[in-house]
């Protein structure tokens, strides 16, 4: 199996992303030795915040909240997921699943002993980490989910549908100009070419293009059934759920509503429509996001 790394040179003088780069490295069966990179802010002693990126992005995405977060005495953990950003990149589409993607991230958690953890999750980081809270309610103190949702299969929007064509089809995958394009605030030639900076050509850009088909859109597809299942825990998670979707996201619009009416703990929370904000909403939103994420995290402390 044929797994990347995209060079070191790739990500110097990235606007402000000072972090410094934190490794460990998994060994799989089919896949061999495969590094994979976080960001680990703040004391280390403090209560855990664990900030999930999603598709096509990397923890780049959190540079502005991090600071924050790790200033009011989180310890603010920020991993790219196997495929993405700093983390190494294996080329064969086939070896990318939803289950395989739940599966390493439980190996994360458990590599570094994560508990008591207050989750952020948007777009993918939402499907990977809602999925574990709901197999692992008990590891979790609180949630803030923002435009993502936990799919069964049902009928997806045409949105997504354009979106998950347009992945397959396009000879080149732009994944700075996505980003610019689900965000409602004009990033910088730099911003845009720092999500660039872990996708030296197309070969870097496997499982960027493969998580679009993992999406389950059919009720009878097994990452449906295992949604299903981590719904039940979901549906008894009595903790806080927080959530904090944008008014101009027409992927996940209305994706708040499900978990308001079902989850146990997001009876009561001030959920929010955040105001001119897109998919991307770290970075229309990043305040709003940390100041929120800080509330349940002082109110737990």
Same mark, same amino acid.
């Given at each position: 199996?044929?797994?990347?790394?995209?060079?070191?040179? %790739?990500?110097?003088?990235?606007?402000?992303?000072?972090?410094?780069?934190?490794? @460990?490295?998994?060994?799989?069966?089919?896949?061999?030795?495969?590094?994979?990179?976080?960001?680990?802010?703040?004391?280390?002693?403090?209560?855990?915040?664990?900030?999930?990126?999603?598709?096509?992005?990397?923890?780049?995405?959190?540079?502005?909240? @991090?600071?924050?977060?790790?200033?009011?005495?989180?310890?603010? @953990? $920020?991993?790219?997921?196997?495929?993405?950003?700093?983390?190494?990149?294996?080329?064969?589409?086939?070896? +990318?699943?939803?289950?395989?993607?739940? $599966?390493?991230?439980? %190996?994360?958690?458990?590599?570094?002993?994560?508990?008591?953890?207050?989750?952020?999750?948007?777009?993918?980081?939402?499907?990977?980490?809602? %999925?574990?809270?709901?197999?692992?309610?008990?590891?979790?103190?609180?949630?803030?989910?923002?435009?993502?949702?936990?799919?069964?299969?049902?009928?997806?929007?045409?949105?997504?549908?354009?979106?998950?064509?347009? $992945?397959?089809?396009?000879?080149?995958?732009?994944?700075?100009?996505?980003? &610019?394009?689900?965000?409602?605030?004009?990033?910088? *030639?730099?911003?845009? /070419?720092?999500? *660039? /900076?872990? +996708?030296?050509?197309?070969?870097?850009? /496997? /499982?960027?293009?493969? +998580?679009?088909?993992?999406?389950?859109?059919?009720?009878?597809?097994? $990452?449906?059934? *295992?949604?299903?299942?981590?719904?039940?825990?979901?549906?008894?998670?009595?903790?806080?759920?927080?959530?904090?979707?944008?008014?101009?996201?027409?992927?996940?619009?209305?994706?708040?509503?499900?978990?308001? &009416?079902?989850?146990?703990?997001?009876?009561?929370?001030?959920?929010?429509?955040? &105001?001119?904000?897109?998919?991307?909403?770290?970075?229309?939103?990043?305040?709003?996001?940390?100041?929120?994420?800080?509330?349940?995290?002082?109110?737990?402390?």
């Amino acid at each position: 199996m044929t797994v990347l790394r995209t060079p070191d040179e %790739r990500f110097s003088n990235l606007p402000d992303y000072t972090f410094a780069p934190c490794y @460990i490295e998994h060994e799989f069966a089919d896949i061999g030795t495969v590094r994979q990179h976080y960001v680990d802010e703040g004391p280390p002693g403090g209560h855990v915040i664990l900030l999930l990126h999603g598709e096509p992005s990397w923890s780049y995405l959190y540079r502005h909240m @991090i600071p924050v977060l790790a200033a009011a005495g989180a310890r603010v @953990i $920020a991993p790219d997921l196997i495929g993405f950003g700093k983390s190494d990149k294996p080329v064969d589409r086939a070896v +990318f699943s939803y289950a395989g993607h739940a $599966a390493w991230l439980m %190996r994360f958690l458990d590599a570094l002993d994560l508990k008591d953890i207050g989750l952020f999750c948007q777009d993918w980081g939402g499907l990977l980490g809602l %999925r574990l809270v709901g197999q692992q309610p008990h590891r979790f103190r609180f949630v803030v989910a923002s435009n993502t949702g936990l799919p069964i299969g049902t009928t997806p929007s045409p949105a997504f549908l354009a979106w998950r064509t347009f $992945a397959q089809a396009t000879a080149e995958f732009p994944i700075g100009a996505i980003l &610019q394009q689900a965000s409602v605030r004009q990033l910088s *030639d730099d911003e845009v /070419a720092a999500y *660039d /900076a872990p +996708f030296p050509d197309e070969r870097h850009k /496997a /499982a960027a293009r493969a +998580f679009p088909l993992l999406v389950p859109i059919d009720p009878e597809d097994q $990452a449906a059934d *295992d949604n299903r299942e981590a719904w039940k825990g979901l549906k008894q998670f009595d903790r806080p759920f927080l959530t904090l979707f944008g008014d101009s996201d027409p992927v996940t619009k209305g994706g708040e509503q499900i978990f308001i &009416q079902r989850v146990p703990g997001a009876h009561s929370q001030p959920h929010e429509i955040l &105001q001119q904000t897109g998919h991307f909403c770290q970075e229309d939103q990043p305040r709003a996001l940390a100041e929120a994420i800080l509330a349940l995290h002082r109110a737990g402390s």
